[in-house]
């Protein structure tokens, strides 16, 4: 809420709700959508059954932000993924999830920090051909974390342009115009001091802004 304040942008939260009329009409309403972190995703949604090191789950919310996601794809909203808003568009458009990063060998970093929220503990590299880099500006970012779930396989149609040193994905972006972006970590809680998560948030509102200038 605050992050998007700080730009000239108007938040509105969206209770959950399993009525796919009102969902619709939360779509029809927002310039944007920008998918807050939370929960653990239910792995059945990619077809897979719960690991022992599952967190907790919330299948209502998970069905309410596919419906979301939806609507918002059919009218060529702008999205922004935060976190589990990330793991949740890679499995919404056909993309699977690690369950635990921590029972893999090979991803040796800490993701789930223990420092407070508004400190970047790891490096992120973007990759010089997305849009990510094209919005930051930046081919090497610090990032916060706070997750122990990650993209496995990208889903079709889209690109990992985010990478941990550990090769951990962190973020991926929808190829084609509309800008459908995810991210593993939290802009929103580094946004205050940080004028590069600062981006990230001006330029979402900017691309909401030119939604609002199309309809008039
Ligand atoms: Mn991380």
């Known amino acids: 809420v605050q992050a998007v304040i700080r730009e000239g942008g108007i938040p509105y939260i969206l209770p959950i709700t399993s009525d796919i009329s009102v969902i619709e009409e939360f779509a029809k309403n927002i310039d944007v959508l920008i998918l807050s972190g939370g929960h653990d995703i239910n792995p059945l949604l990619w077809k897979e059954e719960p690991s022992k090191n599952l967190g907790e789950i919330f299948p209502e919310r998970d069905n309410f932000d596919f419906t979301l996601l939806e609507n918002m794809e059919k009218l060529k909203k702008p999205i922004l993924g935060i976190c589990r808003g990330e793991q949740v568009i890679n499995t919404y458009f056909g993309g699977t999830l690690y369950q635990d990063i921590n029972s893999l ?65 962190e973020a991926i972006e929808k190829q084609g115009n509309n800008l459908v972006l995810g991210v593993q970590w939290h802009p929103e809680m580094l946004a205050e001091k940080n004028n590069i998560m600062r981006k990230l948030f001006k330029y979402i509102i900017n691309e909401a802004k030119k939604e609002k200038v199309n309809e008039r």
């Open 105 to 169: 060998e090979w991803a040796t970093l800490k993701h789930n920090q223990k420092n407070r929220p508004d400190l970047a503990t790891h490096t992120v590299n973007i990759e010089k051909n997305s849009k990510l880099h094209e919005i930051l500006g930046e081919e090497e970012i610090l990032v916060n974390s706070f997750h122990h779930l990650a993209v496995k396989t990208v889903a079709p149609g889209f690109k990992a342009v985010g990478f941990a040193k550990d090769g951990v994905v």
